[in-house]
């Protein structure tokens, strides 16, 4: 299978009138010969001055990238904070409503901009399983031409340990890195790759929206299983735990996660039915899950939910841990 897409993708140099160097790239899962041979002549094409080997990174980040999507099946459920019984305990919940009348519930949010439930109807999309690597960030910025961002401070011994490849993306400095990341890779596939709205992650972290308080593959916070435990509180590799039902991994507990849509606390009184994109302006940009530090401090316990609500405004001085994003495909056709 290998040479099956050896062939076909110098093949598509050959073509493209690019450097006659076969770029090997892996495998898909997902894509055929023919569709990886295109990205292929794309980047190429885009790129040719890229070295060979940066040339073939990028067709095995791209590839990856679309092999990680999962098909999210559209429906309708109630968005926003569904309430909990008194006094729940987060590693053994019961099956909701657990006999108790909504009106008898607490909130499961400590903000109020949650409260509001509403009904959402979504189409079909794809949303990855994992969450942007820093090396696949790195590439990024390669590919542009750019340095390598927090440049002096990887050069610190004591800071090493927070730019390992396998790390969730830190992309807390500006919304608009990872908004550019997801259209990079829309660009070199030709799908419409893009963040995710507010509403597409929630229904994927509720599982397709169930009444499910936190994006495990139980629903409960196992600790050192499925959640990382109190005292760790640094962001991990991208893959550490187990996923979702849906094979969604570490929505919450690893680096909160950047969405598409602009954050306004009153949004959801104003929300329509059908694929609500958010504001159309505002002041800061919304964020979904949790970051370890959060998520993991008892007196923000139920931070780690599925309906917490996080803004963002102000940029930041350095690409910090703990913010990052994942990419979807805002399409439900066949890759």
Request: charged residues 20%.
């Amino acid at each position: 299978m290998k040479q099956k897409y050896g062939l076909a993708l110098c093949v598509a140099l050959l073509i493209s009138g690019c450097e006659k160097q076969e770029l090997a790239g892996p495998p898909s899962n997902v894509l055929s010969a023919e569709k990886v041979a295109e990205i292929a002549s794309t980047i190429s094409r885009k790129y040719p001055n890229l070295s060979p080997q940066n040339r073939e990174a990028v067709l095995n980040t791209v590839v990856r990238s679309l092999d990680n999507m999962v098909l999210i099946e559209g429906g309708e459920f109630q968005m926003g904070d569904f309430g909990w019984p008194r006094g729940f305990d987060p590693q053994a919940l019961c099956q909701w409503p657990c006999g108790v009348a909504p009106e008898k519930m607490e909130r499961i949010s400590l903000e109020v901009d949650d409260d509001f439930v509403h009904p959402v109807k979504l189409s079909s999309y794809y949303l990855s399983s994992l969450q942007t690597t820093l090396g696949d960030f790195d590439l990024f910025f390669l590919a542009q031409g750019k340095p390598p961002f927090d440049a002096k401070l990887r050069e610190i011994a004591e800071m090493k340990h927070l730019y390992q490849a396998n790390l969730p993306a830190p992309a807390s400095k500006e919304w608009q890195e990872a908004k550019d990341y997801c259209g990079w890779l829309a660009e070199l596939s030709g799908y419409p790759v893009d963040l995710p709205t507010e509403a597409q992650w929630e229904y994927a972290a509720r599982n397709r929206g169930q009444p499910v308080m936190f994006a495990t593959d139980n629903g409960n916070l196992d600790y050192g299983r499925n959640f990382p435990a109190p005292d760790d509180n640094e962001t991990f590799a991208v893959d550490r735990f187990v996923p979702n039902p849906l094979g969604l991994y570490n929505l919450t507990g690893n680096a909160s996660e950047w969405v598409n849509d602009w954050y306004d606390k009153h949004y959801y009184r104003e929300s329509p039915v059908e694929n609500p994109q958010g504001p159309e302006t505002g002041i800061y940009r919304a964020q979904r899950g949790a970051n370890n530090v959060n998520a993991n401090d008892p007196t923000f316990s139920p931070s780690a939910s599925t309906v917490r609500r996080w803004s963002w405004g102000a940029l930041a001085a350095w690409n910090a841990p703990g913010v990052s994003f994942r990419c979807a495909i805002q399409s439900a056709q066949p890759l």
